[in-house]
T-cell receptor, first 118, second 114 residues
Framework: AQKVTQAQTEISVVEKEDVTLDCVYE???????LFWYKQPPSGELVFLIR??????QNEISGRYSWNFQKSTSSFNFTITASQVVDSAVYFC???????????????FGQGTELSVKP | DTAVSQTPKYLVTQMGNDKSIKCEQN?????MYWYKQDSKKFLKIMFS???????INETVPNRFSPKSPDKAHLNLHINSLELGDSAVYFC?????????????FGPGTRLTVT
């Protein structure tokens, strides 16, 4: 069965620290996409990144980086030199390519609440 | 310009009432979705429409009825509201159907049933 697990419910760091948010997924499909979304205190959901199952290259975007490892079914997210504005709930999500997901359903993890203190 | 908009942002109502939430996207996307976020922040899909056709109906009670008058709009009507319906409802859209498209979310509608 498909599942996304974000074991860290809450993380608290001090500004400028690096922090890694873990995401582990389960799927029987060989073709799938993984996503990260940010939900700041204002409540909206902001798309951060999309990664397909055949592309294991790490991605870096400014202070954000993502490490995708199929061998461990993980898609971890690292924020370097964290800032107060990074405080938010971060969600990892999975979308499978199987015939039962013609609608593009996203399966979300439970979310990790990151608090960055000044 | 707001890409995906929802109205209202807040909705407080009593048990047994019927209410609607409207969603509009100006991104030219073909596919739209409704998700429910519960009090523990867990997000779960409810419905997906592609070009006004229902694609996903994820075991949601019959009291919830989505309607898509055109591909830019997806409304959610809820009959006989119950306390357990209290949640934040998010509308989203994507360029196409299928697993590879990122979804863009609206600001959410916080529904409180008293």
């Amino acid at each position: 069965a498909q599942k996304v697990t974000q074991a860290q419910t809450e993380i608290s760091v001090v500004e400028k620290e690096d922090v890694t948010l873990d995401c582990v997924y389960e799927t029987r499909d060989t073709t799938y996409y993984l996503f990260w979304y940010k939900q700041p205190p204002s409540g909206e959901l902001v798309f951060l990144i999309r990664r397909n199952s055949f592309d294991e290259q790490n991605e870096i975007s400014g202070r954000y980086s993502w490490n995708f490892q199929k061998s461990t079914s993980s898609f971890n997210f690292t924020i370097t030199a964290s800032q107060v504005v990074d405080s938010a709930v971060y969600f990892c999500a999975l979308s499978e390519a199987g015939i039962y997901n013609q609608g593009g359903k996203l399966i979300f993890g439970q979310g990790t609440e990151l608090s960055v203190k000044p | 310009d707001t890409a995906v908009s929802q109205t209202p942002k807040y909705l407080v109502t009593q048990m047994g009432n019927d209410k609607s939430i409207k969603c509009e996207q100006n991104l030219g996307h073909d596919t739209m979705y409704w998700y429910k976020q519960d009090s523990k922040k867990f997000l779960k899909i409810m419905f997906s429409y592609n070009n006004k056709e229902l694609i996903i109906n994820e075991t949601v009670p019959n009291r919830f009825s989505p309607k898509s008058p055109d591909k830019a709009h997806l409304n959610l009507h809820i009959n006989s509201l119950e306390l357990g319906d209290s949640a934040v409802y998010f509308c989203a859209s994507s360029q196409g159907r299928g697993h590879s498209y990122e979804q863009y979310f609206g600001p959410g509608t916080r529904l409180t049933v008293t």
